[in-house]
T-cell receptor, first 115, second 112 residues
Framework: NAGVMQNPRHLVRRRGQEARLRCSPMKGHSHVYWYRQLPEEGLKFMVYLQKENIIDESGMPKERFSAEFPKEGPSILRIQQVVRGDSAAYFC?????????????FGEGSRLTVL | EDQVTQSPEALRLQEGESSSLNCSYTVSGLRGLFWYRQDPGKGPEFLFTLYSAGEEKEKERLKATLTKKESFLHITAPKPEDSATYLCAVQARGSSASKIIFGSGTRLSIRP
């Protein structure tokens, strides 16, 4: 399967623990985007990365959240000291370049539940 | 502020009953309007891009149209497999892909 791969698909954490979500983009894609989706709400942009660079993190909370896309390996969204409000579906999308036609390829998401 | 509003929030149709979903938008110069389909427990899947008023795109039973203020997704003679949430998104001219703004979606349910 050459699509966007996210893992874990489901993650349960207790308040105060750390959550790490991983995303491998489609083959040949060097741009990665992370979105958060709450029930009955639309996708909210969090961060946009290229290999080894954060291009736009304007949608990501300043505290507890961080993202990286190393030269080798998947992109990682890290949430430290999780709180119940972090419970959501986190989607990763990728594109070959800064997509010109709006076509983002999404993974199936990682669903985080904070107890 | 750029904004996307979709209506209705949910729509239930009988198989074969045609209808339209609405996406109203405000954006400081439209670069593109996009439609995505999202199945439960899955990520969104790209359907169409529309760039200018008057443009139309078709795919099977779906047709997307665009005016200066809104877009419609017309569904003709839908089948149960068309049941999904349909998301509309816009990107302002001169902005990067990180500035694609999504609406909350319309949950479409087609009864056999």
């Amino acid at each position: 399967n050459a699509g966007v791969m996210q893992n874990p698909r489901h993650l349960v954490r207790r308040r105060g623990q750390e959550a790490r979500l991983r995303c491998s983009p489609m083959k040949g894609h060097s741009h990665v985007y992370w979105y958060r989706q709450l029930p009955e709400e639309g996708l909210k942009f969090m961060v946009y990365l290229q290999k080894e660079n954060i291009i736009d993190e304007s949608g990501m909370p300043k505290e507890r959240f961080s993202a990286e896309f190393p030269k080798e390996g998947p992109s990682i969204l890290r949430i430290q000291q999780v709180v119940r409000g972090d419970s959501a579906a986190y989607f990763c999308a990728s594109s070959r370049a800064g997509t010109m036609n709006g076509e983002l390829f999404f993974g199936e998401g990682s669903r985080l539940t904070v107890l | 502020e750029d904004q996307v509003t979709q209506s209705p929030e949910a729509l239930r149709l009988q198989e074969g009953e045609s209808s339209s979903l609405n996406c109203s938008y405000t954006v400081s110069g439209l670069r593109g309007l996009f439609w995505y389909r999202q199945d439960p427990g899955k990520g969104p899947e790209f359907l169409f891009t529309l760039y200018s008023a008057g443009e139309e795109k078709e795919k099977e039973r779906l047709k997307a149209t665009l005016t200066k203020k809104e877009s419609f997704l017309h569904i003709t003679a839908p089948k149960p497999e068309d049941s999904a949430t349909y998301l509309c998104a816009v990107q302002a001219r001169g902005s990067s892909a990180s500035k694609i703004i999504f609406g909350s979606g319309t949950r479409l349910s087609i009864r056999p």
